[in-house]
């Protein structure tokens, strides 16, 4: 289903990690040099920097070239339709196509940006044929989209993920399913309304442990961006289901302002506690199994919650807020590099590298046997040309 080279894709994930030992001067960049003849990958990867500005001058050319063929076009009547927009998306996605196939383009930012291209092409062609046969009946809200609408994309998104292993995708194909479970929700149950922040809550609990227990299994190994992206995506939309501010205003939208008033957050014993406690969960789970997405997503979230609580609670001033646990994250962090300086416990603040790259490859394996890449070959006639008896053998053996 992938179309890179798989090959050079586990290639490429042994050249990774292999730069860490070099970095630390584990490694010789001879020895480097011999693990990378050994493993050559074929790919076109420039730097950020370059794959920035790749990225952008596609966007600028699909631009432009749209814009050319539909001015071409445009007195036959065609270009208002959405069979055109089609037609441009299938363009761009072929252009895709070919750019990875002939010319080996991964993560050049000029796939990044086709990819994108092609998936929004596509979107806005579907919904434009929707609306105009009016394929949805039902009555939605204005902020819930029609969930035809919102099937292609994920099946979409879907598509262009296992195929092009892009961890952005994968994380809109993740929101996608979200959406698509509160809008099925909202049209097919009387009380979809109420369960919409414990159906987010649980299906993205169901996300991260499948993403967490797939990015060790070697099946899973040219998805490992990917899988790490969807355990960041959905523990951020874990607590964010359960935050106070978010479930209040979500409230407020769907069901709008009452006689009696705004909507009322109906169980604040439970979304209270979510709020305040599950960013330090996520740190605590984070040190205990070692995880650092756990750990750094914890983090980023006391600081949500920080914001969250002085929204209702005026204790102090927001920035007065905002730097009191600014400090109090920095001052812990400071302490915490200083005191496992020396490892404890299991813990260390030093960059570890690893023994085996996921599907079971040996690095220290590898460093052993680059250096008997070159080493030379002892003479293939030592034992030939004699000239008295015993098997070959000169005299002066």
């Not at 009547?77 to 252009?95: K, P």
């Not at 590099?337 to 960059?351: N, Q």
């Not at 790259?357 to 003479?379: F, K, M, R, W, Y």
Request: aromatic fraction near 16%; proline fraction near 4%; glycine fraction near 10%.
């Amino acid at each position: 289903m992938i179309i890179y080279n798989k090959t050079w894709l586990r290639n490429l994930l042994i050249q990774d990690q292999i730069n860490v030992p070099l970095a630390t001067g584990d490694l010789s960049k001879e020895e480097f040099k011999n693990i990378e003849k050994a493993y050559p990958v074929g790919f076109y990867s420039p730097n950020i920097f370059v794959r920035t500005g790749l990225f952008i001058l596609t966007c600028v050319i699909a631009l432009f070239g749209g814009c050319l063929l539909s001015y071409m076009f445009w007195d036959s009547g065609i270009v208002d339709s959405g069979g055109w927009i089609f037609f441009l998306g299938l363009i761009s996605y072929t252009a895709l196509e070919l750019v990875v196939k002939n010319k080996n383009h991964f993560r050049s930012g000029t796939d990044d940006a086709l990819i994108w291209i092609s998936g929004g092409l596509f979107s806005v062609a579907f919904t434009w044929i929707t609306v105009k046969y009016n394929w949805y009946h039902h009555n939605y809200t204005d902020m819930l989209p029609p969930a035809p609408i919102v099937s292609f994309v994920l099946i979409l998104s879907l598509y262009l993920t296992l195929r092009f292993a892009d961890s952005l995708m994968a994380l809109f194909c993740f929101l996608s399913t979200l959406v698509l479970a509160v809008v099925l929700a909202v049209i097919n149950l009387s009380f979809g309304i109420a369960i919409i922040p414990f159906l987010v809550i649980v299906l993205s609990a169901i996300v991260y442990y499948f993403s967490l227990s797939k990015s060790g299994s070697p099946k899973f190994i040219n998805y490992l961006h990917c899988l790490l992206m969807l355990q960041a995506g959905s523990l951020l939309m874990l607590y964010l289901a359960g935050n106070y501010y978010v479930v209040e205003h979500l409230g407020n939208k769907l069901y709008g302002y009452t006689s009696i008033g705004p909507y009322k957050v109906p169980y604040p014993v439970f979304f209270w506690p979510w709020t305040i406690l599950v960013p330090f969960i996520y740190v605590g789970f984070g040190l205990y199994k070692k995880n650092v997405i756990l750990l750094r997503t914890g983090l980023v979230l006391i600081a949500i919650a920080a914001v969250t609580f002085k929204n209702y609670y005026h204790v102090l001033p927001i920035e007065s807020t905002l730097v009191l646990f600014g400090l109090i994250i920095l001052g812990g962090s400071y302490w915490a590099i200083k005191y496992l300086k020396t490892p404890k416990y299991g813990f260390t603040s030093e960059e570890l590298q690893e023994d085996t790259i996921a599907g079971g490859i040996n690095v220290e394996s590898l460093i052993i046997a680059s250096t008997q890449l070159d080493t030379p070959q002892g003479t293939a006639d030592r034992f030939g040309g004699g000239d008295f008896g015993g098997g070959g053998s000169s005299s002066s053996f």
